[in-house]
């Protein structure tokens, strides 16, 4: 069956491509350094599972260390970039098939099954989907833009040197939020918002659990980290018993609460950091200075929708 | 108490430009010793837990295609159809790519858009283009950087506030189960309802600061 295991190794060949493309540059300075960090990456997705954890933890480590000491790799042009556009409006297939490859292959095999045959594991079908639309994607701009055959391997360099050591930070943080949720931040930080607010009225008791539904969420990096805990602590006990909110509201503007946190942290690195390094930003935080302003009227609003209609008729 | 320092370091970490993947590593290390977890079970967990999140890595598949596109042009092309249309200005594009993928969201189509598939080939290059009519007169890079820097946004903004109108969005199922454990059954639609009221702010809200930006662009241009 087609799952996660299968995924890891088909997301190790760019990473291994990148690796091998530099190890082949015998021009730069920095060549090891740069084989070493996506080598070591493409071990980790394609071998991982099969190796044990405490190796798999210095892998990671050798990477930030990599990282830190910097991989700044020589740049690759790209190899004939055409003055004039070579596919006209056809360029724009290729990038179209991939979210299109992606939906169908969500919607037609919604369970995994293929002809009756559990060929796909449920749970990974629309990451299966999203691989084969990559696969289709880059055959199609091949065949549409007939690269020399060095190309493919050389702009999956050049892209992944632009994004660099910032491709690993979403991984890297999902492991932080599990050593913080091992070591009990998370409790830590919910008792001290429900000691520090006076929770006397439906409107105070809102904006705790609004503005720490946001907080929260900054710290961990993930609403759906902070929902379970501050909802335990907050939303249930206090919004919802003691004062009669509507529990399909109160979870709703909560978790609202929580995607504007999101919008206004480093730690979801994957909204607001890597973007920037995709883009190629001179500021990492450009991303969330832009972000801000709206996030902070949109978790006021949260609060005034949940405190104004979020307890009609209930409230005691 | 103690436990918190990793926070502390992720923060002064941050605000001081060290490498991230540094300061989380020793945000990781700190919070654990605090709560007395020695160096090898840190390592071990941090391997454990970046392997079991390898799914993240699939997204980066589009790259090689993206790379390519770019190489025979989808940028400049992106950047001409733009062009040609008289009336598209940056927050115009921008607050059209915003509406369709908060539609779209809504539907349940969250994997159309994303910041490597539409935002860095297509999206920022037509915000872009809308501004740089002329060739011989290029953004500088402040504005170019500023006018990316919404292109990401949007994406962001439309997906999050969209997303949760759709009755099947992991958030959703969240909200279900967390209720049920304490005995309180919610009905998905009632739940997306609920999403609606910010659904509508987050466009008007966002959709006014696209449109002072057209106006801070204007007045930087004279």
């Given at each position: 069956m087609i799952g996660l295991d299968a995924l890891g190794i088909a997301a190790a060949a760019l990473p291994a491509t990148v690796a091998i493309h530099h190890a082949l540059d015998r021009a730069e300075a920095t060549r090891w350094r740069n084989v070493g960090f996506w080598g070591v990456f493409a071990i980790l997705l394609g071998a991982g599972p099969w190796l044990p954890d405490l190796l798999n933890g210095c892998l990671v480590l050798a990477m930030v260390g990599l990282a830190t000491w910097g991989l700044r790799p020589s740049l690759v042009v790209s190899s004939d970039r055409p003055?004039?556009?070579?596919?006209?409006?056809?360029?724009?297939a290729p990038a179209l098939a991939l979210p299109a490859v992606t939906l169908a292959g969500t919607l037609l095999v919604p369970d995994g099954r293929i002809a009756g045959v559990a060929l796909i594991d449920p749970k990974q079908v629309s990451l299966v989907a999203l691989a084969l639309g990559a696969l289709v994607a880059l055959l199609l701009a091949i065949r549409l833009t007939r690269p020399p055959a060095t190309a493919p391997a050389a702009e999956s360099r050049r892209l992944s040197d632009a994004v660099g050591w910032a491709m690993i930070l979403p991984q890297m943080l999902a492991a932080l939020g599990g050593v913080f949720a091992m070591a009990g931040v998370g409790k830590v930080v919910a008792d001290g918002v429900t000691s520090v607010i006076?929770?006397?009225t439906p409107l105070t008791a809102t904006i705790a659990y609004c503005v720490g539904m946001a907080l929260f969420t900054m710290v961990m990096g993930n609403a759906f980290a902070a929902f379970p805990i501050m909802t335990a602590g907050i939303g249930l006990p206090i919004v919802i018993h003691r004062f009669g909110g509507d529990p399909a509201a109160v979870a709703a503007l909560g978790m609202l609460s929580g995607f504007c946190g999101t919008l206004m942290t480093p730690m979801a690195a994957n909204f607001n950091i890597v973007p920037a390094a995709i883009l190629e930003l001179?500021?990492?935080?450009g991303v969330i200075r832009v972000q801000w302003p709206t996030a902070l009227l949109l978790l006021v609003f949260n609060i005034a929708v949940l405190a104004a209609c979020g307890f009609s008729g209930r409230i005691s | 108490m103690l436990v918190l320092s990793g926070i502390a370091i992720i923060i002064i970490g941050f605000a001081l430009g060290v490498n991230p993947l540094l300061v989380v590593t020793v945000a990781a290390f700190a919070s654990a010793a605090a709560a007395g977890f020695g160096p090898v079970e840190v390592i071990a967990m941090i391997g454990k837990a970046f392997v079991s999140s390898r799914f993240m890595a699939v997204a980066w598949l589009a790259l090689p295609t993206i790379g390519l596109l770019e190489r025979a042009g989808l940028r400049e092309r992106a950047r001409d159809v733009v062009r040609?249309?008289?009336?598209?200005?940056t927050g115009r594009v921008l607050l059209g790519y915003m509406m369709l993928r908060q539609i779209t969201a809504a539907l349940g189509?969250?994997?159309?858009?994303g910041h490597v598939q539409m935002v860095r080939p297509i999206i920022a290059p037509m915000a872009e283009g809308a501004e740089e009519r002329d060739e011989a007169n290029p953004l500088d890079p402040e504005t170019r950087d500023h006018i990316r820097a919404h292109a990401a946004a949007v994406d962001n903004i439309g997906v999050f506030f969209g997303e949760d109108v759709f009755i099947a969005i992991g958030s959703i199922l969240l909200i279900r189960a967390i209720l049920e454990q304490e005995g309180i059954i919610v009905a998905p639609l009632h739940v997306a309802l609920w999403a609606i009221p910010t659904a509508i702010a987050a466009l008007l809200v966002h959709g006014a600061r696209l449109l002072m930006l057209d106006r801070r662009l204007k007045a930087r241009r004279r």
């Open positions: 003055s004039s556009v070579r596919g006209g409006s056809w360029l724009f006076a929770l006397d001179r500021d990492r935080f | 040609r249309l008289r009336g598209a200005t189509l969250t994997s159309l858009g």
